[in-house]
């Protein structure tokens, strides 16, 4: 889990390049510029794709049992935490990482979306995400019950918010690396993840499992990938100057 | 009474401003402040502390081995009692006064200590968090009470409290008994049980029972527990917040 926690001073420089270019291009409305995908500009660098599978058994959904607002929650939950595509084995919410050694770490600079984490139908929407140090995380409760959103890093409060049903959304930085682990107190069934990293080499996996990482510099990299039971898989993969390169990763 | 706490009083009466007190005697923090509170954290704080700041002291290992609160580990544990927004240090004076008032139940006050001394000491309690070198966290905005209360504001200050959701932990009637407590569902961050206060009890109070400081605990939330912070949620809602830190005073007031 090495790339998980680890804190660099390239990351704070990185936002300060960031926080520069910004001034010095003058933009005045950020917002466009914040919510674009991660995608602009990478047709000459290497692209790495590929797809995280598990062939093992898959449990059927737990029902949990609601304590309260079942007006709004329903009676019970259903939560899955593992899921994966029948047909292909691709395994979803899988956060993939390319891990670079320092002084690989290329300049590119990347425009992340805003990290949303909604708090609707008594869940936490996306139940699975990464982002970037630095980006913005903005809370949503869509629901017309009180939550709160509680993010614990490492035995730690990043930040626990009351979610009051028709207040105002939160808007934070994403200050803390690691894995972020994200509960309400009101509903003790509602779990979910963040993963922070201090750089933008990630990505988390599709319903099918597939996987897009671009900017990595050539060479070797070793490729981790974290599943929130599954734990971390890794591997080594051969990145070329320029081009697509495939690679498929399993938990065994 | 200290020679320095003579002159430092002495020198706050001259400063006729509204300058706080504290600020007359705090000394800069340097190597030679850090090293005299390090002999004060050694017979005052050590034993719960621990000697690397872990919370893990002979008695705060005891402490915190089969029930929370646990003492705080300064190297990055979460501070409850800020006047900061949620997941930030807590600026100086915040460390000020939890050391000068302790908290209550759990940490005697050090008012027995000189302001010197506690300034010394918590430069040094500091430097096992390396947060500390980075920017000072901006403290939230902290009226002073409007007052006083009123009969309709502590009315409104009951439906808030529903509104907010304190009886989830706090109960119906603030008794610490919401259904959350009594579930054992409330931890700690290091997964440690952890019951609500008291809301009748103002012992129980531990950040303070002034209204000023339950104004700030419900905005700041406490770090480290399921207490969040209301402050974004509901900004601009002042009145509310009044009215509900009211209204929680009012449920001990009949115990004072
Ligand atoms: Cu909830």
């Known amino acids: ?252 | 009474m200290r020679i320095h706490a003579l002159v430092a009083i002495g020198a706050s009466l001259l400063m006729l401003s509204g300058a706080s007190f504290v600020h007359a005697v705090k000394p800069e923090d340097n190597q030679a402040t850090r090293e005299k509170g390090k002999q004060i954290y050694e017979h005052a704080c050590l034993l719960c502390h621990g000697v690397d700041g872990r919370g893990d002291g002979p008695a705060g290992w005891f402490l915190s081995r089969y029930e929370g609160p646990r003492p705080r580990d300064f190297r990055g544990g979460s501070y409850k009692f800020r006047s900061t927004p949620s997941g930030e240090l807590p600026i100086d004076q915040d460390l000020f006064r939890t050391v000068t008032q302790g908290i209550s139940g759990h940490m005697p006050p050090y008012s027995g200590l000189s302001e010197e001394e506690r300034w010394q000491v918590i430069a040094y309690i500091k430097s096992f968090n390396q947060g500390f070198k980075g920017p000072v966290s901006i403290a939230l905005l902290l009226p002073n009470p409007p007052g006083p209360p009123s009969a309709a504001g502590i009315d409104n200050g009951r439906t808030v409290y529903i509104k907010y959701g304190c009886q989830n932990c706090h109960g119906d009637n603030g008794y610490g008994d919401g259904k959350e407590a009594l579930d054992g569902n409330l931890k700690d961050t290091y997964g440690h049980t952890i019951s609500p206060g008291d809301l009748t009890e103002r012992a129980s109070f531990k950040g303070g029972s002034s209204a000023q400081a339950i104004y700030r605990g419900i905005m700041t939330g406490l770090d480290g527990t399921p207490m969040p912070s209301y402050a974004d949620t509901i900004g601009g809602n002042d009145k509310d917040v009044w009215d509900l830190v009211y209204y929680i005073l009012s449920l001990s007031q009949e115990r004072q």
Not at chain 1, 11 to 33: H, K, N
Not at chain 1, 145 to 167: D, K, P, Q, R
Request: hydrophobic share 45%; glycine share 8%.
């Open chain 1, 1 to 252: 889990m090495t790339g998980y926690h680890r804190i660099s001073a390239q990351a704070l420089g990185r936002i300060l390049v960031v926080v520069m270019f910004f001034v010095v291009a003058g933009l005045a409305d950020w917002s466009p510029l914040l919510a674009a995908p991660q995608s602009s500009s990478e047709s000459t660098g290497p692209v790495i794709v590929g797809r995280i599978l598990y062939r093992g058994p898959v449990p059927a959904p737990t029902q949990l049992a609601v304590n309260r607002d079942t007006d709004v929650c329903g009676v019970t939950i259903s939560t899955a935490s593992l899921s994966v595509d029948a047909g292909t084995h691709g395994l979803r919410n899988a956060v993939v990482h390319v891990d670079l050694a320092a002084g690989e770490v290329s300049a590119r600079i990347v425009f992340q979306s805003p990290a949303v984490v909604r708090n609707k139908d008594c869940r936490f929407q996306p139940h699975v995400a990464a982002a970037q140090m630095g980006d913005e995380v903005q809370i949503f409760n869509d629901d017309p019950v009180m939550h709160n959103t509680n993010i614990i890093v490492e035995n730690s409060t990043a930040l626990n918010v009351a979610m009051v049903a028709g207040g105002n959304p939160i808007k934070k930085r994403l200050k803390k690396l690691g894995l972020h682990l994200v509960k309400c107190n009101v509903h003790k069934f509602m779990q979910a993840y963040r993963v922070v990293f201090d750089d933008p080499y990630f990505d988390q996996t599709t319903e099918t499992g597939q996987f897009s990482i671009s900017g990595v510099s050539p060479g070797t990299h070793r490729i981790s990938v974290w599943h929130e039971i599954l734990g971390v898989v890794e591997k080594e993969v051969q990145v070329p100057a320029r081009g697509t390169v495939v690679v498929d990763l399993e938990y065994k």
